[in-house]
């Protein structure tokens, strides 16, 4: 868990599409609300969040583009997040819960698709710089990870898949170990969840995650 400036708490949920992270995310928010009943949950998504997010969602889930194009859209809804949804709800106080984030360009534009690391970072340093030279990141990064082959069984068991979902095993495999690398270089604001668990297991790790709020 990180420290920020802010007086919220940021917390974002990721791993590859499958990986059974949004059966787990409402149940978490309830399970803050409770305990912390004096504090605003605000749950929201990626790409998405505001209302230019969610058309920028539906043009990016489902129409091919060119990988630079996608990079910027994706950082572009992005940034229209962190200013009108993220920021000023941590600066209020409020804890926020993000369906994705930053770490997913990573994993799924970087190490699935390729797109330089250098261009990420550059666009991770414009969308979430701060005055003060630091970068506005989740306190608490929630991975679910588990092996592609895994993913894509339970993905093909319940639902058609979205433009990224439909692509090969190889992609996934890359998507996570992204995510994996990312976790590795910023151990303290990642919690990796073993997915492969059981849906109880990983409820009980949930709630025993000590997050303290300021
Ligand atoms: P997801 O969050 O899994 O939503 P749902 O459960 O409704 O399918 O889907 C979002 C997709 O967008 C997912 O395949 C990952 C992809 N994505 C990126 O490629 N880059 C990004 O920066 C983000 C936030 C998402």
């Known amino acids: 868990m990180k420290n920020t400036p802010f007086p919220g708490y940021f917390i974002s949920f990721e ?9 787990h995310i409402a149940a978490f928010a309830d399970h803050l609300k409770e305990s912390y009943p004096d504090r605003e949950v605000v749950m929201t998504r990626e790409p998405g969040g505001t ?4 058309s920028l969602r539906d043009l990016l889930l489902n129409e091919p583009m060119n990988l630079e194009t996608e990079a910027l ?31 997913a360009s990573f994993a799924y534009q970087g190490g699935g698709r390729g797109l330089s690391l250098e261009k990420l970072n550059a666009l991770e340093k414009w969308v979430q710089g701060r005055a003060d030279g630091t970068l506005l ?40 170990q992204e995510y994996l690398r990312r976790a590795k270089s910023d151990p303290d604001r ?25």
């Open 51 to 54: 209302k230019l997010g969610e």
């Open 190 to 214: 990642f919690h990796i969840v073993d997915a492969t668990q059981s849906k109880d297991a990983i409820w009980a790790g949930l709630k025993s995650l000590n997050i303290i709020l300021k």
């Open 137 to 176: 990141q989740p306190n608490l990064t929630i991975l679910f990870d588990l092996p592609g082959s895994v993913a894509q069984d339970r993905r093909s068991q319940v639902r058609s898949p979205d433009k990224f979902e439909q692509l090969d095993l190889h992609f996934f495999e890359k998507v996570r």
């Open 73 to 103: 859209l994706m950082f572009g809804a992005r940034r229209e997040h962190v200013a009108q949804i993220i920021e000023p709800a941590l600066l209020a106080g409020k804890i926020v819960i993000s369906d994705r984030f930053t770490d």
């Open 15 to 23: 791993g590859i599409d499958g990986a059974g992270k949004s059966t």
